[in-house]
DNA sequence: ACCATGACGTTTC
DNA sequence: CGAAACGCCATGG
C-alpha cells in the first residue's frame, strides 16, 4: 500500500468489496470486477488489488476469484502449493487441472447479480 | 525518467 | 483451433 493516491484506495477497496460480496460456492472473474469497477481496462489490477488485499486483516475470498478462462492463475500465490483449489473443493466447486468445472454454472458476475447493469452499452 | 514485470483480456497470425 | 503479440495500468528496480 505505500503511496496510493485516493483513486487507487478507491479502486483497492472497492475490489476487496466485491470480492467479500461473491456467494459461498461461486466463482467470479478479474474482468467482470474490473468492468464492475468501471476499469474494464483494467483487469490486472484486480489481481493486482486482492494480491495486496491478500496481507491484509480483513479475509477476502480471492479464492473465487479466476481469470476468463476458469484458470486458477493466482493459485500459485496463495499460501501451500494447492490451497486454493482445495478452498473452492471444500465450497462444492469442482477443480480439474487448476480449472474451474462448469465455470459458467458457477459464475458469479458483479455487473448482473448486484443488478448494476446500467452501464451496458458503454463498449460504443 | 526508463525499462521490466504482472492473480488479465482481446485481437491477430 | 492454438499460439503469439499487443494493450492496460500500476509497481518495482
Known amino acids: 500500500m505505500s503511496r496510493l493516491s485516493k483513486n487507487n484506495e478507491n479502486f483497492f477497496e472497492r475490489v476487496c468489496e466485491v470480492t467479500r460480496l461473491v456467494p459461498y460456492g461461486r466463482v467470479t472473474t478479474y474482468g467482470a470486477i474490473a468492468r464492475y469497477l468501471g476499469a474494464f481496462r483494467s483487469a490486472r489490477m484486480?489481481?493486482?488489488a486482492l494480491n495486496s488485499s491478500t496481507h491484509l486483516d480483513e479475509w477476502v475470498p480471492a479464492?473465487?476469484?479466476?481469470n476468463r478462462n476458469g484458470?486458477?492463475?493466482g493459485?500459485?500465490?496463495?499460501?501451500?502449493s494447492n490451497t486454493m483449489q482445495q478452498l473452492l473443493e471444500s465450497e462444492g466447486i469442482r477443480v480439474e487441472d487448476n480449472a474451474v468445472v462448469d465455470f459458467e454454472r458457477h459464475f458469479w458476475d458483479p455487473n448482473v447479480?448486484?443488478?448494476a447493469s446500467k452501464t451496458w452499452q458503454m463498449t460504443e
Open 46 to 48: 484486480v489481481g493486482w
Open 113 to 115: 447479480e448486484l443488478g
Open 63 to 66: 479464492h473465487r476469484v479466476v
Open 75 to 80: 493459485k500459485n500465490h496463495f499460501p501451500g
Open 71 to 73: 484458470l486458477l492463475t
